[in-house]
C-alpha cells in the first residue's frame, strides 16, 4: 500500500495542486464511496486536466480503489498522520 513507508506531499502524485481543489476532490471521492457502499448505484466521476475532460466511472468493486484515493488525498491535505518510522531497539550490553 502506498501509505507504507515515508509519505511525501511534496513528491506524491498531487503536489502543485491547490489546496481547495484537493478538498473538492476529497469530498468527490468520499460521496462516491458513500454511494457505492450504501447500494450498488454506479457513480461517474468527471474532471477536467489541461489535456480535456476526464470520466472515471465506479462500480461497487471499485471500493478498495476510493478508500486508496481518499487516503492519498487525506494523507496530502495532513487529515491524516504520514507513516512513522518502525521504532527500533538496541541492545547495550
Do not use: H
Not at 2 to 28: C, H, K, M
Not at 39 to 67: E, F
Not at 78 to 92: D, E, L, N, T, W
Amino acid at each position: 500500500m502506498y501509505l507504507q513507508g515515508r509519505y511525501n506531499p511534496r513528491t506524491s502524485i498531487f503536489a502543485g495542486r491547490p489546496v481547495a481543489q484537493l478538498q473538492a476532490d476529497l469530498a468527490v471521492a468520499q460521496d462516491a464511496y458513500v454511494q457505492l457502499s450504501a447500494g450498488v448505484k454506479v457513480v461517474t466521476a468527471s474532471y477536467t486536466q489541461g489535456d480535456g475532460a476526464k470520466a472515471i466511472t465506479y462500480t461497487q468493486a471499485s471500493l478498495p480503489n476510493i478508500v486508496m484515493l481518499i487516503k492519498q488525498l487525506q494523507a496530502q491535505l495532513g487529515v491524516i498522520p504520514a507513516a512513522r518510522s518502525p521504532i527500533r531497539f538496541r541492545y547495550r550490553p
